[in-house]
């Protein structure tokens, strides 16, 4: 084990010095047992999160698979129509 120094308000102090004594052990045991439970914690919120963006992917899959990936060129068809038009109205007015 390592060996850490923590700077505490009186409040936590306090609690901490409650906390160890109505559970029989050192302040140590119950810092480190709440430390262990927070990163349990933390690891379990990021696990939910990527939970939900794998099913959001999911999701996207689905909806790719029932409608398809359009594969043509979206840009290069808008400025061909547009190109056309401007060609359409140069041989109206000319």
Not at 17 to 32: H, N, T, Y
Not at 53 to 59: E, K, T
Not at 64 to 78: C, L, S
């Amino acid at each position: 084990m390592n060996r850490a120094q923590l700077l505490l308000n009186d409040a936590q102090d306090r609690r901490l010095r409650e906390m160890a004594a109505d559970r029989g052990k050192s302040i140590s045991e119950i810092v480190r047992q709440i430390l262990d439970e927070y990163f349990s914690w933390q690891d379990s919120q990021v696990q939910e999160k990527n939970l939900r963006i794998l099913q959001a992917l999911d999701h996207i899959r689905e909806e790719t698979a029932q409608h398809g990936v359009y594969e043509e060129d979206p840009v290069n068809q808008a400025r061909q129509e547009r190109d056309e038009e401007n060609e359409d109205l140069w041989r109206q007015w000319s």
